[in-house]
C-alpha cells in the first residue's frame, strides 16, 4: 500500500463547476501537505501549503486538512478551463528521516470545459 | 532568476546505451531531488541530495542508476545501461531546506523526456 493514495481520475467537469480532488495518507507523521499543479509538458509548480489541520482559501482554492481521518481536500471554485492541468498532492513530515522529502500522490488529472 | 535548469529536454536512444540527464538547480538551493513521473506509477522520488550529499536514495531502482552532485550547482542522473522500461519524464527540483523550518517548497524543472526504444 502507498503511503498517498490519490485517485488518478480523469476528471471533466463544466466551466463554473466545483471541483473537490482528495487524497488519504497512511504515515502519521506527516505534519506539512501540499497542492502541486502540473500543466501538460510542464513540472509540477506549487499550489498551496497547509500546516497541520485546518482550511486555507487562496482566491478560488480551498486546502483543508483533516489528520483525524487522514484525509486531505482541494476544492476549486468557479473552475474555469485555464485551471485545467494534473493535481499532485504531497505531504512532508516534520523530523526524522523524511525531513526535506516529499511523498506525492499519482495526482488527479483535470479538465474544465467550456 | 532561470529556475531549474535541465538537459536535454528530450532523449531517445537505443536499448543498452548511456543516458546522462543534468540539472542546474536554483542558485542557494541547498537540496536537490531526482524524481521520475510515469502514467501507471506517478511521481516517484528516486534520490535526493542535501549540501551534495546523498541523504536518501531508496528510490533509485537498481544499480544501472546513479546519481552524482559535483558541486552545488550541477547534479547528474545516469543510466547505464537503459532499457524500453526506464522511458518516462525525468524531473529534477531543487529547494532551500533549514533546520529552523520544516516546511520546504520544491521547484521543479521542466523534465527530460526519455525514451528508450
Known amino acids: 500500500q502507498k503511503e498517498v493514495e490519490q485517485d488518478p481520475g480523469p476528471l471533466s467537469v463544466p466551466e463554473g463547476a466545483i471541483v473537490s480532488l482528495n487524497c488519504t495518507y497512511s504515515n502519521s507523521a506527516f505534519q506539512y501537505f501540499m497542492w502541486y499543479r502540473q500543466y501538460s509538458r510542464k513540472g509540477p509548480e506549487l499550489l498551496m501549503y497547509?500546516?497541520?489541520?485546518g482550511n486555507k482559501e487562496d482566491g478560488r482554492f480551498t486546502a483543508q486538512v483533516d489528520k483525524s481521518s487522514k484525509y486531505i481536500s482541494l476544492f476549486i471554485r468557479d473552475s474555469q478551463p485555464s485551471d485545467s492541468a494534473t493535481y499532485l498532492c504531497a505531504m512532508s513530515a516534520s523530523r526524522g528521516t523524511s525531513y526535506g522529502k516529499l511523498t506525492f500522490g499519482q495526482g488527479t488529472i483535470l479538465t474544465v470545459h467550456p | 532568476d532561470a529556475g531549474v535548469i535541465q538537459s536535454p529536454r528530450h532523449e531517445v536512444t537505443e536499448m543498452g546505451q548511456e543516458v546522462t540527464l543534468r540539472c542546474k538547480p536554483i542558485?542557494?538551493?541547498?537540496?536537490l531531488f531526482w524524481y521520475r513521473q510515469t502514467m501507471m506509477r506517478g511521481l516517484e522520488l528516486l534520490i535526493y541530495?542535501?549540501?551534495?550529499?546523498?541523504?536518501?536514495d531508496s528510490g533509485m531502482p537498481e544499480d544501472r542508476f546513479s546519481a552524482k552532485m559535483p558541486n552545488a550547482s550541477f547534479s547528474t542522473l545516469k543510466i547505464q545501461p537503459s532499457e524500453p522500461r526506464d522511458s518516462a519524464v525525468y524531473f529534477c527540483?531543487?529547494?532551500?531546506?533549514?533546520?529552523?523550518?520544516?516546511?520546504?517548497?520544491?521547484?521543479f524543472g521542466p523534465g527530460t523526456r526519455l525514451t528508450v526504444l
Open positions: 497547509t500546516y497541520s489541520s
Open positions: 542558485s542557494g538551493h541547498n537540496s
Open positions: 541530495f542535501n549540501n551534495n550529499v546523498p541523504i536518501d
Open positions: 527540483a531543487s529547494s532551500l531546506v533549514l533546520a529552523t523550518i520544516s516546511y520546504n517548497e520544491q521547484f
